[in-house]
């Protein structure tokens, strides 16, 4: 018998979903629909190798993160195994007991396969399996909020694990706590300037003719004609198409420091609606448990998490938000309060 404390956990993979979010978030948005096709008709290409084996996704730190939670009861990844890109996964996902639920190409009658098989393969475990206390639905597809509500009105506790940046903030708030599939221990975020990369090779500049070749002739023989004004004006064009291809190639880096601001901004907001409630019901001036602010924001926006904002600790995030909140460290505990203004 197992202790009645001990969670019981059933864990679900929408498999394609996170390993579509995942190569997009390595290589760039939509990128996998771009290069769909290619990965179809030849996935032993050497690029097309190596753009798959940089956005491999990291199947032990999922699995690791859930049974964090308790027991697993049973694991369940829902894919088409015989796809090159999910068969490359089999053999780990079987060394880790994960129960792999073949679903056949999707035809335009069946393109939501994975989420009905999912959900109603989810329900029936729940009646099925009265013991189970938490439910991990890995996907980032609005299409299960649904799932997430049934779950959490037959009692159980619900964990969302999806990709920042593909998952829909409607599935986030559904769940009673969310992770990013990028702040898991174990998973290697993408570096910045992966995303530039298609630019940059889009942008290259064609290859130049041998010097014996005919071009090269034409090209000596318009060079010594002369037209001074022609030559001058051709030579600029390709400098100010230079600067405009190094402008677009920043552009991603941009893109991106400005999310990374507006991440930001927005865990500080729900920090000061998290203290302002906490006040409310303990009073404007008493100081609140760090932990106990931290679990009010979790249920306002399951999605937050100190590690996906850099951050190694709630304390460390605390001590970066001194404008508004006042930390006292005493002993063993952490207590915080609004910063009076």
Not at 225 to 236: G, I, L, S
């Amino acid at each position: 018998m197992t202790e009645s404390n001990t969670g019981r956990v059933a864990v679900y993979l929408d498999f394609d979903n996170i390993v579509i979010s995942w190569y997009d978030r390595v290589h760039g948005r939509n990128a996998y629909g771009k290069d769909r096709q290619r990965i179809t008709d030849n996935p032993h290409d050497t690029e097309v190798a190596e753009r798959l084996s940089r956005a491999m996704i990291e199947v032990g730190a999922i699995i690791d993160y859930a049974s964090s939670f308790g027991t697993l009861v049973l694991t369940r990844a829902y894919a088409d195994w015989s796809s090159p890109v999910n068969a490359v996964y089999r053999s780990q996902l079987v060394a880790r007991a994960v129960d792999l639920v073949q679903l056949f190409p999707a035809a335009a009658y069946a393109k939501n396969g994975a989420d009905i098989r999912l959900a109603v393969d989810a329900v029936e475990d729940m009646f099925r399996l009265p013991d189970l206390t938490h439910v991990v639905i890995v996907a980032g597809d609005s299409d299960y909020v649904p799932l997430a509500q049934r779950c959490k009105r037959l009692g159980r506790y619900v964990i969302g694990v999806g990709v920042a940046g593909s998952t829909a903030k409607s599935l986030a708030a559904a769940c009673d706590e969310f992770e990013s599939y990028d702040s898991l221990p174990g998973v290697v975020r993408p570096p910045k300037q992966q995303a530039a990369a298609p630019a940059v090779a889009a942008t290259a500049p064609p290859a130049k003719a041998p010097k014996d070749s005919p071009e090269t002739k034409d090209a000596k023989d318009t060079k010594d004609k002369p037209e001074p004004k022609r030559a001058t004006k051709t030579r600029k064009a390709p400098t100010a198409k230079a600067e405009e291809s190094k402008a677009d190639e920043s552009r991603p880096d941009d893109s991106k420091a400005d999310e990374a601001s507006t991440e930001q901004s927005e865990a500080t907001q729900l920090l000061e609606r998290a203290l302002r409630l906490g006040h409310d019901k303990a009073g404007a001036d008493e100081w609140l448990h760090a932990s106990a602010v931290k679990t009010q924001m979790r249920r306002m926006d399951p999605s937050f998490s100190e590690k996906a904002l850099a951050y190694r600790s709630f304390n460390d995030f605390l001590r970066s938000r001194d404008e508004i909140a006042e930390l006292e460290e005493s002993g063993h505990e952490r207590l915080v309060r609004l910063r009076e203004t």
